[in-house]
Nanobody
């Protein structure tokens, strides 16, 4: 399974970005977004299931970020609004079998990451 994340960039605080993650095949039921800031551990952002579209969000992004998917395109999205400087990180998409899992060790495949930088 190959995952390709894109859509990162530089944005001012309060702005928006949309990340995309294309997967080569939907072998795993659950997809997630994680992020890692310099010097910090990788942290869960959101997850969604291919079937049913059940979503889970980290408290830090609830109400600002929206995860979605397009099964026909094998693509997952992360719409990020009201961005804050503390959202600056490399964002990774991942695929796993445990629906809704916030634990990165339960994701088997990872994309290469896309950098999001939010300036104050």
């Amino acid at each position: 399974v190959q995952l390709q994340a894109s859509g990162g960039g530089l944005v001012q605080a309060g702005g928006s970005l949309r990340l995309s993650c294309v997967v080569s095949e939907r072998l795993f039921s659950n997809m997630g977004w994680f992020r890692q800031a310099p010097g910090k551990e990788r942290e869960f952002v959101a997850s969604i299931t291919w079937s049913g579209g059940s979503t889970v969000y980290a408290d830090s992004v609830k109400g600002r970020f929206t995860i979605s998917k397009d099964n026909a395109k094998n693509t997952m999205y992360l719409q990020m609004n009201s961005l804050k400087p503390e959202d600056t990180a490399v964002y990774y998409c991942a695929a796993g079998r445990i629906d809704g899992s916030p634990y990165y060790r339960e994701y088997a495949y990872w994309g290469q990451g896309t950098l999001v930088t939010v300036s104050s």
